[in-house]
């Protein structure tokens, strides 16, 4: 079993900058991808940043320049840089990854932090 904890979210105003953490613990072999994703009320999840096992990185247009995800692959953790955050950017953030164990491959997602962007 794996369990991915999540840590750094909170209350940041408009502008302000918040870097959220998930380590991953358990029986691991290997982790692949590692993404972030959020959820805002009354809103569909949406996947903000991804690295892969080599270490390349994607984000959508609405984060792009501001957020930055990174990984320490010693420390199974992934990590995300908010910066420049706007009101928008408030919801529930969550962290994936996809862990290879005892030869198969599996999805485990964190319990999720939520950050506020607000005056």
């Known amino acids: 079993q794996v369990q991915l904890v999540e840590s750094g979210g909170g209350l940041v105003q408009p502008g302000g900058s918040l870097r959220l953490s998930c380590a991953a613990s358990?029986?691991?072999?290997?982790?692949?991808?590692m993404d972030w994703y959020r959820q805002a009320p009354g809103k569909q999840r949406e996947q903000v940043a991804v690295?892969?096992?080599?270490?390349?990185?994607g984000y959508p247009d609405s984060v792009k320049g501001r957020f930055t995800i990174s990984r320490d692959n010693a420390k199974n953790t992934v990590y995300l840089q908010m910066n420049s955050l706007k009101p928008e950017d408030t919801a529930v953030y969550y962290c994936?990854?996809?862990?290879?164990?005892?030869?198969?491959?599996?999805?485990?997602w964190g319990q999720g932090t939520q950050v506020t962007v607000s005056s």
């Open positions: 994936r990854m996809v862990v290879t164990t005892g030869g198969r491959s599996y999805q485990y």
């Open positions: 358990g029986s691991i072999f290997s982790i692949n991808v």
């Open positions: 690295i892969t096992s080599g270490g390349s990185t």
